[in-house]
């Protein structure tokens, strides 16, 4: 499963013990874009261990990848970023507007 994000803000690592259990989490203000590239939701995603700290993403869009997962505590199913890769919406739009364009049939006169 894969969805447009932009990431607007990458908050502070945070740490802790709980339960004599070491823990960290970092999270990333975001806003999920719809196909056209344009803001639909906002909200906050957690990042992933691997990019977390110095791993973390630059503000920008990204093509998110996910997977479903029970959550430890409540056991419910919910989608985990498991990737991230940068993606240039305004090149995308371009191309998909002229691969539109080259799709529709010459004009009769």
Not at 8 to 35: F, H, T, Y
Not at 80 to 96: A, E, F, I, M, W
């Amino acid at each position: 499963m894969q969805s447009l994000i932009q990431i607007i803000k990458v908050n502070e690592l945070r740490s802790g013990i709980k339960d004599g259990r070491p823990w960290s989490m970092q999270d990333a203000e975001c806003i999920l874009l719809d196909d056209k590239g344009q803001p639909d939701q906002v909200g906050v995603l957690q990042l992933p261990k691997s990019l977390m700290g110095a791993n973390a993403p630059e503000r920008g869009t990204y093509l998110g990848s996910f997977a479903l997962a029970a959550g430890m505590r409540d056991r419910r199913i919910e989608a985990r970023l498991t990737g991230l890769q940068p993606y240039d919406v305004r090149k995308t739009l371009v191309s998909n507007q002229q691969a539109a364009a080259a799709a529709k049939p010459p004009a009769q006169v």
